[in-house]
């Protein structure tokens, strides 16, 4: 394999069939809420990246015990998935954790979030859960370029995110990095420096997504607008390949695109194809004799 992936991972550890049961926890966001700003990041839709959870059920025990009926699988990771799932009182994060966690076949804990919104309280609570759970925390940095972060309202400076990574490794919790390639204003360069960046902290995981444009968010008003212009797949393969080859072999890659629900998407079409993406990375690293980590330390 080209590089490390998250079933590689799961294969290797729990030596059995391992799904995600991806929870929205009831959450919002703090550049939705008015503490840092307003209308979320512009390419985030009204369900903060859950379009494609089960909105049927209402509290997250149900979510939980539906998923558990319903899906294929000896193990599970109890993944709270849409907006800001730390963005709340530490008994209150507690409450929602512990609901999540219903069934013995439940053997890990993914949170996604912001590095605003990790402290010491929120990391303590986190590691409490380590004895009995393989526990890792999900950030969305998408780039480390402070002006691109200003333009997709992301609402807090990059330096935040060294200040979260720093707490979550003095508490042990794995952290996973989410990278967003295609970027209002960015090219290769900007990936390069956001590498470059990430390198800097002992991050467990990374997540690369392809940019998509989806209905009703503020990218899609700028794409219709000419403001915004896609990446084409070709970009998109060579960003993702340059990721791949610069970040530490040891980090596991938990994903190299992102998919947005069909009927949802704007832009641009090849996104619809997640199969054919990976399938095109894939063989640009091996045709290329390139693999994890063949480059890291000289970005």
């Known amino acids: 394999m080209v590089y490390r992936n998250f079933s590689g991972y799961l294969r290797e550890k729990y030596r059995k069939t391992v799904k995600k049961i991806c929870i929205d926890g009831g959450f919002t966001c703090p550049n939705r809420d008015g503490t840092c700003g307003y209308g979320g990041c512009i390419f985030c839709g009204e369900r903060g990246a ?3 959870i089960d909105a049927s059920c209402a509290s997250i025990s149900e979510q939980v015990e539906k998923a558990l009926a319903n899906t294929k699988a000896d193990a599970f990771i109890a993944y709270f998935q849409n907006f800001t799932n730390t963005y709340a009182p530490v008994d209150v994060l507690r409450k929602k954790y512990d609901a999540a966690l219903v069934d013995d076949r ?3 804990l993914a949170v996604g979030t912001r590095p605003d919104c990790i402290t010491e309280d929120v990391a303590k609570l986190l590691s409490s859960y380590a004895e009995k759970y393989d526990v890792w925390v999900e950030l969305g940095l998408q780039t480390s370029d402070d002006d691109t972060a200003k333009i997709i309202n992301r609402g807090y400076p990059s330096a935040t995110f060294a200040k ?3 707490i979550l490794r003095k508490y042990g919790i794995k ?3 989410h990278l967003i390639i295609g970027l209002p204003g960015e090219d290769l360069g900007h990936v390069a420096k956001t590498v470059r960046f990430i390198n800097r902290f002992d ?3 990374v ?3 392809c940019i998509y444009v989806m209905k009703g968010t503020k990218l899609e008003k700028m794409y219709l607008d000419g403001k915004y212009v896609p990446p084409t797949l070709d970009e998109y ?3 993702a390949a340059y990721v791949l080859c610069h970040i530490s072999p040891d980090m596991i890659v938990h994903r190299v695109t992102g998919d947005c629900p069909r009927d949802l ?4 079409d090849w996104n619809r194809d997640k199969n054919n993406i990976i399938n095109r990375i894939n063989r640009r690293m091996a045709e290329s004799g390139w693999s994890q980590g063949c480059l890291f330390g000289r970005e």
């Open 207 to 209: 997540k690369i997504h």
């Open 50 to 52: 859950g379009e494609h």
């Open 203 to 205: 991050l467990w995981g």
């Open 265 to 268: 998407l704007v832009a641009p």
């Open 164 to 166: 979260a990574a720093e």
């Open 175 to 177: 952290t996973v990095v």
């Open 106 to 108: 439940i053997v890990a």
């Open 237 to 239: 393969v060579e960003a």
